[in-house]
């Protein structure tokens, strides 16, 4: 079968690998639909999780397709079945160290009933299902901020995270939400899942723009705006100080986005703010309320969505996702 494989720095190549075989208490799917994820740029950047490695890496973990083979043991999910896969487990590792979703087969081990590998209704798209992982990342990141109707809330970066924070932070009920980002489709794609504002920072001036929206003060001469939770999920090294200049009294900062290099904080003003810092990651109980919600059709998701590449096209696709200006996210498509 043919799967995509990251053999060094911005090295990726489709390569011819062995089709996976399951084991008793494994399932092979076959795959439909895949997002490209930041981590995936991320990885590729640098070469593997850490670096370059001897041994080449699989890509891919926003994924959803059909049972192809099934273990003996497993007696829960049919062939042909049409599945979404959870891939965070230890057994699996799904395009962090493990098998990917850029192929057409993945294994998944160890696929016991309602861990790693969900059943979807046909009404559910393979591309909606596929959504469910990095939705799930969002939720969590919004339940982690504890936020809800009366909350000001502003969002640094409407990636496919950013947009998910969005859509979760509108069903809480929050209607005061600014965005800020550098792209104007991303923008778009912002006010269209519900941002009361969004705007791109190279164009305002963002302490006055959220003092407008949220409005404006001071705190021990310090000029402050209203905004009650900072939530960061661009990955820019600004956005973290210039929240702590700009909070008020016990605001809240969290932080989805992976920063890679360390960022300065000045806990001096942070700790005369009595400000809460909030860090998330991943999703540990949140991907069955994703799918729930998607299966029940409380989620507009189409907006998240900027591409579709068949697999064939999957280079071209890559760089597509790597353009913040012109994508959101990236969807692989395969034949079925």
Known sequence: MKAIMLHGPDDLRIDDVPDPVPGPNDVVIRLAACGICGTDLSFA?????????????????????????????????????????NPTSESNMIGSGGAGGFADFLLVRDA??????????????????????????????VNRA???????????????IGLGVILFLRQRGVEDIVVFDMSEQRLERARTLGAKAALNPANVDVRQSLGEAHGAGTLYGWPVVHTDTF?????????????????????????????????????????AKEMTFTTSLAYPTEFNDVLESLIARKLAVEPMISHRYTFDRFMEAFATARD?????????????
């Open 45 to 85: 950047a640098v070469g593997g999780m850490l670096g370059p490695s001897d041994t080449p890496m699989a890509l891919g973990h926003e994924l959803s397709g059909t049972i192809a083979a099934i273990g003996n043991n497993v007696t829960h999910l049919e062939l042909e079945q049409r599945v979404v896969v």
């Open 112 to 141: 016991a009933p309602g861990e790693h590998v969900f059943p979807i209704p046909d009404s559910l798209s393979f591309e909606e299902a596929a959504l469910t992982e990095p939705l799930s990342v969002a939720l969590h990141g």
């Open 146 to 160: 504890g936020v809800g109707p009366g909350s000001r809330v502003a969002v640094f970066g409407a990636g496919p």
């Open 231 to 271: 939530i960061e999920v661009s990955g820019a090294a600004r956005v973290i100080p210039d929240a702590i200049a700009m909070a008020p009294l016990h605001s809240k900062l969290v932080v989805i986005a992976v920063h890679h290099e360390p960022v300065p904080v000045d806990f001096q003003t942070a700790l």
């Open 324 to 336: 913040k200006e012109r994508s959101a996210k990236v969807m692989i498509t395969f034949p079925n």
